[in-house]
């Protein structure tokens, strides 16, 4: 039986929202992170000097917040090549204005669309079946969900600065429930939500790196 966002995981997504809400972060860190997440979705590898000018900050605060920044992938001339958003190939597609990105977790499909202001066409397939997912995810609303049945996990993230295997390689989208509850049993802690429910958490993340000051409720 599919899950469905009344089901009681209310507890479980504000516990998430309240522990990678940017407040948890260095001063200054959302501001870098929603400016590097704009660039990098014009699909090229971004330099500290363009975050830097973006920003209005010295280069080496750009340098010093990235390094806090554990898993931020970097080409081979130390550009940017992704933290969330990502140039290199995932699990999980993220195609906007025609250009082929990626993403670390499933929920980041969810969150950055608000971030960015753009609508994301999203490809995934369950880890546990090999079934494709496919998603169109706008700002404000997941327009199509293909199967409908489809879910998402989640985990309570870890006290780790890597972001990235702390949570998001538990995070992904699921055929359907059962597919989900298979894959849960084998990963303790993890749980499994609607998509409609992870969308909800995904829109109090990017309210979150919005107004950064205050943590937001989840509606």
């Known amino acids: 039986m599919p899950i469905t966002a009344s089901m009681d995981t209310s507890g ?13 972060r260095p001063p200054g860190f959302p501001a870098l992170l929603v400016t590097l997440l704009r660039e990098l979705a014009k699909g090229s590898p971004v330099t500290k ?26 080409d081979d001339a130390g550009n940017v090549m992704g933290y969330g958003i990502s140039l290199r190939k ?6 906007v204005d025609c250009q082929l990105l990626y993403t670390w977790c499933a929920l980041d499909t969810l969150i950055f669309p608000a971030v960015i202001g753009k609508t994301a066409h999203v490809r995934s397939h369950c880890p546990q079946t090999g079934e494709p997912i496919v998603l169109t995810v706008m700002p404000d609303e997941v327009r199509r969900v293909e199967p409908a049945d489809a879910v998402v996990s989640l985990l309570m ?7 990235r295997s702390s949570f998001c390689c538990y995070v992904h989208f699921f055929a359907c429930a059962s597919a989900g509850e298979t894959w849960s049993s084998r990963h303790p802690g993890s749980e499994i939500v609607s998509v409609a429910e992870a969308f909800r958490l995904g829109r109090a993340i990017a309210r979150q790196l919005s107004e950064p000051q205050a943590l937001s409720s989840i509606a």
């Open 90 to 95: 995932t699990r999980h597609v993220f195609e």
């Open 49 to 74: 000097d363009a975050l830097a000018q973006s920003l209005g900050w010295p280069a080496d605060r750009v340098v010093a917040m990235l390094e806090m920044a554990l898993a931020t992938e970097y």
């Open 157 to 163: 993230p870890g006290a780790s600065a890597d972001i």
């Open 12 to 24: 479980l997504v504000t516990a998430i929202a309240e522990r990678l809400a940017p407040g948890n």
